[in-house]
């Protein structure tokens, strides 16, 4: 049985204070759910384990969405938030962490309560019941509270909340990252790490297929006959052919970026990046550019020994049938696309690199 905490009716002492967190939301009862995550804030690496499920943070309040909604909107300013919009598997996580600067810069990594609108707002959406982009202010003013330290905040939002993208747009001002991998090296990460991956991009396939008209023909019989891989396929084209509409209608505020040209030269990456955010102080104070160890360790797992040379150089000893069965695949995927130059690279580009097409 669901055990309802209690709700607290004092808005002022938990909003006011940027230590108490937005942890989750709940859809049944409406209540926020707050975490006391100290005065520093959570470390990126807390968002990522609260929201797969490893860590717990205890200390917890509640507060029903309405009345933070009630109290936050009296600032009639729109936030500024930065956000790094992704596909997954595309040095999401390198890049927001080398950007997650102490009094320069909050990367925050994948808040569950964003999930949480994102499913919402597609429920709300899909069932006609009216608009919810409300919630979505809310959460983001609560996410970009201001420090004592007076950093930016740079939200890096999980793949099922690009869902979230135009009401951002429409209630945020700040720059936009939206950050891809080529098709093949997509399919190559869905190999790694077992049958865990594997199930996430299911999972992701089935949350976002709904999203895009064109895809309504991917009906659960359909997707049965299936491979993991072409799911996978599916998954990549859903996503990047969403960023292309998005990049297009967002103009200078938003740029791409494939993750071969981040890999191909990171440090001047990250200072490109950087400067595109507008953030404060100087790019050269990123762990990527001042720490030499950075780039030689796995972002997601850290004791995993990576190289952005071992990241371009991923399937290039692949098993031969294998390797043709992905060209198959890349070359299906591909030929969804309504305009054939939306499979081979996204608008806007940060920078513009023969070796970026998503190929």
Not at 120 to 134: E, L, N, V
Not at 178 to 205: I, Q, T, W
Not at 334 to 352: E, M
Request: aromatic content about 8%.
């Amino acid at each position: 049985m669901r055990q309802h905490r209690q709700l607290d009716p004092d808005a002022a002492a938990i909003i006011g204070e940027p230590r108490w967190f937005p942890i989750d939301l709940d859809e049944q009862t409406g209540a926020i759910r707050f975490a006391d995550v100290g005065a520093g804030g959570p470390g990126w690496h807390d968002l990522l384990d609260v929201g797969a499920g490893n860590k717990t943070l205890l200390a917890q309040r509640c507060l029903s969405a309405s009345a933070a909604f009630r109290f936050v909107a009296d600032d009639s300013a729109r936030p500024r938030i930065n956000f790094i919009w992704h596909s997954a598997y595309c040095c999401s996580t390198a890049i927001a962490a080398a950007l997650d600067v102490a009094g320069r810069n909050r990367s925050l990594f994948e808040p569950q309560i964003l999930a949480r609108v994102a499913q919402m707002r597609r429920r709300a959406d899909r069932t006609h019941r009216g608009d919810i982009s409300w919630l979505s202010d809310a959460v983001f003013r609560l996410l970009s509270r201001p420090r004592a330290d007076g950093a930016a905040v740079t939200l890096k939002p999980a793949p099922a909340s690009n869902y979230l993208v135009a009401d951002a747009a429409a209630k945020t001002d700040g720059k936009m990252l939206f950050l891809a991998s080529d098709c093949r090296s997509f399919l190559l990460a869905c190999m790694r790490y077992g049958e865990n991956r594997r199930r996430f991009v299911r999972g992701l396939f089935n949350e976002i297929r709904g999203d895009d008209e064109t895809a309504q023909r991917w009906t659960p019989g359909a997707v049965a006959g299936l491979t993991d891989l072409e799911i996978a396929g599916l998954t990549w084209q859903l996503q990047v052919a969403r960023f292309s509409r998005d990049l297009k209608r967002l103009g200078d505020r938003a740029a791409s970026l494939d993750s071969r040209t981040f890999l191909s030269n990171p440090r001047e990456t990250i200072a490109r990046i950087w400067r595109f955010l507008e953030l404060p102080g100087e790019a050269s104070e990123s762990p990527a550019i001042r720490d030499d160890v950075y780039l030689h360790r796995h972002s997601k797992y850290g004791d995993e020994p990576f190289t952005p040379e071992a990241g371009l150089a991923a399937g290039r000893d692949l098993d031969p049938e294998m390797s043709k069965e992905l060209d198959r695949i890349v070359e299906a995927t591909h030929a969804l696309f309504a305009d054939p130059r939306d499979a081979l690279s996204l608008p806007n580009p940060l920078i513009v690199s023969d070796k970026a097409d998503l190929k």
